[in-house]
């Protein structure tokens, strides 16, 4: 069994399935196997490192501070239990989701782990914040809330389905993906709010993860979201790879095209012209990915690269890697580099480093 092979059906057992059975979002309600074990095998090359080399004592060390950041951060009893704060970024959904997908990306599973009591408790926060509606929001922290809280959510919560299949998760999950579909727009985007208006790229890609999630878990998500995903993902790249914000206009940014072609992937999409000019720009404007939106761009670059295989991989997480590890606070956050607070960056930091493990199935090429 090689390398590919092994990652593969460790994930499975993680998610406590076996190969040839379960969901794929890219392949229709009862396909034969989760899309992210059906995937071809990525572009490996002979000298790609395994992830014990990958994930350096360095590293680790520098995981478990962020991870015990988070875990001493998180609000242990109250209203806003579960959150990593009680208002603003840190007690949102939005970072809530991503902290206990951190956790996850590190073996522990919900009630399961050394996080294990960490991410039941992010279960039951963002479980309390979804609408009769489905809309996945704290109702009175508004100001900081929006359709990336959202789809962040939908991730966490089809990654806690799919490791549970508790009834009141897969249930809200139900509702949050029907509220999503329904306010897809025609282009195929989302925009921040849950009503059918204009769309963006950044906000849609993080509806297509959660769809993607979702439907991998069991959770029906009908083919022509999918299709509209994935035509509105194209309309966004420009002739030289990059990707802008939104079909008619808009910037292009590293950050836009790490997300769109991430998304390409998740919705299936493996290879072909889009998908090498999109990674050989990125490549080649390396550099704009610490101007802005730092957690942001390389949440989405590490997937793409991760994906991407072979020397693109290669060459990316040791220089990110190394990146974190250097710039670390001695509280195991990143306050310097965060859009978003603290918690935020702990939580996107230990996502990052740890994706080289494989071990939560929706980042797994």
């Not at 999950?173 to 985007?189: I, P």
């Not at 720009?281 to 295989?309: D, E, T």
Request: proline content about 4%; glycine content about 10%.
């Amino acid at each position: 069994m090689d390398r590919r092979q092994f990652n593969r059906q460790l994930a499975a057992a993680a998610a406590g399935l076996t190969l040839g059975s379960g969901l794929g979002f890219g392949t229709g309600p009862l396909a034969a196997e989760p899309l992210w074990l059906a995937t071809p095998d990525r572009k490996a090359s002979p000298n790609e490192k395994s992830p014990a080399e990958l994930v350096t004592p360095e590293a680790q060390r520098t995981i478990d501070r962020a991870l015990d950041f988070l875990a001493n951060r998180q609000v242990k009893s109250g209203r806003n239990r579960g959150a990593f704060g009680t208002s603003g970024y840190p007690g949102g959904v939005a970072t809530c989701s991503l902290g206990g997908l951190a956790m996850m990306c590190s073996g522990s599973s919900p009630g399961q782990g050394k996080y294990g009591k960490q991410i039941d408790m992010c279960v039951e926060f963002v479980l309390s914040n979804v609408s009769n509606e489905g809309y996945i929001a704290r109702a009175d922290n508004m100001a900081s809330e929006n359709m990336y809280g959202h789809g962040f959510s939908m991730l966490f919560l089809s990654q806690a389905y799919g490791m549970t299949q508790k009834a009141e998760i897969g249930d809200k999950l139900r509702k949050a993906v029907l509220m999503t579909c329904k306010c897809q727009n025609d282009q195929g985007g989302w925009r921040y709010q849950p009503v059918k208006s204009d769309a963006d790229l950044s906000i849609t890609v993080c509806q297509i993860m959660g769809l993607r999630g979702s439907r991998d878990s069991g959770i029906e998500v009908p083919d022509k979201v999918r299709e509209k995903c994935i035509d509105y993902v194209k309309k966004s790249q420009n002739s030289n790879g990059s990707f802008r914000y939104t079909i008619q206009s808009g910037h292009t940014t590293f950050a836009m095209t790490a997300a769109g072609v991430t998304s390409l992937y998740s919705a299936g999409i493996y290879e072909g012209e889009q998908v090498e000019k999109a990674l050989k720009w990125l490549k080649s404007n390396a550099g704009q990915a610490n101007s802005s939106h730092y957690f942001y761009a390389h949440y989405y670059a590490v997937q793409a690269m991760w994906h991407a295989g072979g020397e693109y991989w290669n060459e990316w997480y040791p220089k990110i890697r190394d990146e974190l590890v250097r710039t670390q606070a001695n509280d195991g956050s990143w306050q310097n580099n965060s859009e978003a607070g603290a918690e935020f960056s702990a939580a996107m930091g230990g996502i990052i480093l740890q994706i080289p493990l494989n071990l939560l199935p929706v980042f797994s090429p």
